[in-house]
């Protein structure tokens, strides 16, 4: 898929299949440097990073609330949860 984004139109659809990379391997750098490839990879992996994150912190919180502290209806849970009763 990578090799035939380069391509055009019906060269696309009937380039060979035998795994050479031909044309496109060679025009896969340049068109990386003239992007801001580094800069939209860095860019999506701290979006990433800080929704699992914070995520992971309420979640976590969260759960920790839900099994320590009582409130009404803690009882009434729907049975298809995984909740742990004493």
């Known amino acids: 898929?990578?090799?035939?984004s380069f391509q055009a139109g019906?060269?696309?659809s009937?380039?060979?299949r035998n795994g050479s990379l031909g044309v496109a391997s060679r025009k896969l750098p340049n068109a990386l440097s003239r992007s801001a490839f580094p800069r939209f990879f860095l860019n999506s992996a701290i979006v990433s990073a800080s929704v699992m994150l914070g995520n992971l912190i309420f979640?976590?919180?969260a759960g920790y609330g839900?099994?320590?502290?009582?409130?009404?209806?803690r009882t009434r849970a729907p049975a298809s949860s995984s909740s742990c009763r004493r």
């Open 66 to 73: 839900l099994a320590k502290y009582r409130f009404r209806g």
């Open 10 to 12: 019906r060269r696309c």
């Open 14 to 16: 009937s380039s060979r």
């Open 1 to 4: 898929m990578t090799t035939t």
């Open 59 to 61: 979640c976590t919180l």
